[in-house]
C-alpha cells in the first residue's frame, strides 16, 4: 500500500489482481482502552467502502474479550460472493495462526529488554526510523536523551542519522514540517488536517527528533500528521460529526477539547470532588468567552448537529509524552559541540517556559580599570569568569552571554541556580575581586543568533534590576524562585536570609519580595 496526503486528507493505493485501488481514509474514531474505527472510502476499484472496528472489554484480571468486524459495502453485486468468500478465507487462516501461537507461546505483558541504542535501530519499524523521538528510546533502555545523542551524532553514527526540528501542530500533535536548520520553519504554519494555522514557536511546538537516513525518500516520507491513532498517544477520545452520544471516564488531571477548525482550546479540568458533566459538543466554540469546564471523572458527550466530516478530540495535557523539546536542546550544555551553531539560528523567538536565570557582575569594576590599568584589571575579570564557567558548567547552567564584566546563566532547575550561585561566592571568598549575583525564575524568550542564544523578556529584565539590592559577596532572588527550591535546602537556608522589598518605578510600578544571602 502506498499513502500521500493531499490538503490535509490521507489517500491510499494498493494493487489486487492487476487492478488498481484508490481511496481516502476518514479520520479515526476512538475511546481510549476501549475501541476504534477507521473506514476506507473508495474511488476505484471493488468497494465502494471498509469500515473496520476493533473493541476489546476485559472479562478478568488476566483476560479480555477482543471483538474485530470488517463491513464491505461492494460495488458489483456479482462479485460480492466471490470476494466475500475471499475475504472469509484470509480471515480464517489469521485466525487459525494466531490460535496456533496461543498454543504455542505463552503471552507475556512485559516489554523486551533491549539493551543498546544500536539494538533499538536494528529492530525499529519504518516508521520509527523516520522519526526517532530520543526520550522514548532512552527510556526503552535505560539510558538518558543525552546519551541517545552523543551516540547518534557520534563520528561513528553521524552519516548514518540526522537530527531534526520537527514543527508540531497543537491539535494533532503531527509534525507539519521537519528541518534541519531552525531558520527554515516558518513563524505560522498550517495543519490541512486540523484546519488550523499556529504559530511555531511556543514552548512544544518544536520537537528534536533523529532521522535514519538509509530510508528511502518515500520511506522517510511519513505523514505524521495521519488519521491514525498511533501517532496521536496523547488523544484519548476522537469521534466524527453527527448524532452520537458517549459515556467517557477520566482520571483527575487537566484535559483539551479540540475541534477541527477551531484553533481555540477549551480546558477540562477533571476532579473527583466535582458533580457530572453532560457536554453538548455542539455549543461549546459558540460562547467566545468559554476557556474551561469542571467536571467529575465520569464525563459525557453529546454531538447531535456536528457536521458529519468534522471531528472532536479530548487531549490529556499532563500526560508524559516525552517529547525532545528544542528548549531541552538549547539548555544542554554541550549542544554546541554536536550540532553546527547555525542549526539554531531563528528569526523569531522560542518559549523556553521557566527558567531560573543567574546574572553574575563585578563590584568597583570602575574603580578596578582605573588603579590597575586595563590589562591587569581585564585578567582578574578573566580568571573571575573561568571561576564562574566551572561551576555554572558543573551544575549544568548554559552561559548565555557576558555583557562587558557581567555574566547571564540559564538553568532549568530553580534550585541547581541558587546551588550554583552560593557556590560561586564561596569559591571567590578569598579572592580580591568581589561578585554580586542575582536569581530569578520565570517565563523568558529565546533567539538564536551566529553567536549563540540570547534570552528576552519580562524575567531577564526583573533579574537584571534586582541585581542592584546585591552587595559584594552577596546573592540576590526574588520570591518566585522559592517554590523550585527543596523544603530541606530551604530550611537550611532561612536563617540567613534576610527579606528585601523592593518597588519598581514607572508606568509599569510592581512590588518584589526579595531574599538577600550574605556569604562573605
Not at 173 to 179: E, H, L, R, T, Y
Not at 249 to 265: D, L, S, T, W
Amino acid at each position: 500500500m502506498n499513502f500521500t496526503t493531499i490538503s490535509g486528507v490521507r489517500h491510499g493505493q494498493q494493487k489486487i489482481f492487476g487492478i488498481n485501488l484508490r481511496w481516502t481514509e476518514a479520520p479515526w474514531e476512538w475511546k481510549h482502552e476501549s475501541w476504534l474505527k477507521n473506514k476506507r472510502i473508495y474511488s476505484t476499484g471493488f468497494f465502494h467502502s471498509i469500515e473496520g472496528y476493533f473493541e476489546i472489554k476485559p472479562l478478568s484480571n488476566s483476560q479480555s474479550q477482543v471483538l474485530v468486524q470488517f463491513t464491505i459495502h461492494h460495488k458489483y453485486t456479482l462479485l460480492a460472493k466471490l470476494l466475500n468468500k475471499s475475504t472469509q478465507s484470509i480471515i480464517k487462516k489469521l485466525l487459525d495462526e494466531v490460535e496456533k501461537g496461543a498454543e504455542t507461546y505463552q503471552i507475556s505483558h512485559e516489554i523486551p529488554t533491549i539493551a543498546s541504542f544500536s539494538d533499538w535501530l536494528a529492530q525499529a519499524q519504518l516508521i520509527e526510523r523516520a522519526r526517532i523521538a530520543p526520550k522514548f528510546v532512552a527510556r526503552m533502555i535505560g539510558s538518558s536523551w543525552q546519551d541517545i545523542l552523543h551516540e547518534a551524532l557520534s563520528p561513528a553514527m553521524r552519516n548514518r542519522l540526522s537530527l531534526r526540528f520537527d514543527a508540531i501542530c497543537p491539535h494533532c500533535q503531527g509534525a507539519k514540517k521537519s528541518v534541519t536548520r531552525l531558520i527554515d520553519l516558518s513563524e505560522r504554519l498550517e495543519c490541512e488536517s486540523c484546519k488550523i494555522n499556529f504559530t511555531v514557536g511556543s514552548q512544544e511546538s518544536i520537537e528534536v527528533s533523529l532521522r535514519d537516513n538509509m530510508l528511502s525518500p518515500e520511506q522517510a516520507s511519513v505523514d505524521f500528521c495521519s488519521a491514525d491513532v498511533t501517532h496521536k498517544p496523547t488523544i484519548l477520545f476522537q469521534r466524527m460529526g453527527g448524532e452520537w452520544r458517549e459515556n467517557l471516564k477520566f482520571k483527575p488531571g487537566n484535559y483539551a477539547i479540540k475541534k477541527k477548525g477551531e484553533e481555540r482550546v477549551i480546558n477540562l479540568i477533571v476532579d473527583g470532588t466535582l458533580d457530572r458533566l453532560l457536554i453538548d459538543v455542539d455549543l461549546l466554540w459558540n460562547d467566545p468567552n468559554l476557556e474551561r469546564l469542571y467536571s467529575h471523572p465520569e464525563v459525557e458527550l453529546l454531538s447531535r448537529h456536528m457536521p458529519l466530516m468534522d471531528h472532536i478530540m479530548i487531549e490529556q495535557l499532563d500526560f508524559n509524552r516525552g517529547p525532545l523539546i528544542v528548549s531541552d536542546l538549547i539548555l544542554y550544555n554541550e549542544f554546541q559541540k554536536m550540532i553546527p551553531s547555525e542549526s539554531l539560528v531563528t528569526d523569531f523567538p522560542i518559549e523556553m517556559g521557566s527558567k531560573a536565570l543567574l546574572f553574575t557582575d563585578v563590584v568597583g569594576s570602575t574603580e578596578l580599570y582605573y588603579k590597575l590599568g586595563d590589562t591587569k584589571a581585564f585578567q582578574q575579570v578573566r580568571e573571575s569568569f573561568l571561576l564562574i564557567g566551572e561551576v555554572t558548567k558543573r551544575n549544568e547552567g548554559v552561559l548565555v552571554k557576558t555583557i562587558g564584566d557581567a555574566t547571564m546563566f540559564a538553568f532549568s532547575s530553580g534550585e541547581a541556580a541558587l546551588r550554583t550561585a552560593i557556590e560561586i561566592q564561596e569559591a571567590n571568598k578569598d579572592r580580591a575581586l568581589k561578585l554580586r549575583v542575582s536569581l530569578h525564575y520565570g517565563p523568558c524568550l529565546s533567539v538564536g543568533t551566529q553567536e549563540g542564544q540570547d534570552f528576552f523578556g519580562d524575567t531577564v529584565n526583573i533579574c537584571a534590576k534586582i541585581q542592584s539590592e546585591a552587595q559584594a559577596g552577596q546573592v540576590v532572588f526574588e520570591e518566585s524562585l522559592c517554590q523550585e527550591i527543596s523544603p530541606r535546602f530551604w530550611q537550611s537556608l532561612e536563617p540567613q536570609l534576610e527579606k528585601v522589598p523592593l518597588k519598581l518605578k514607572g508606568e509599569s510600578s510592581r512590588s518584589f519580595l526579595l531574599y538577600r544571602l550574605s556569604l562573605n
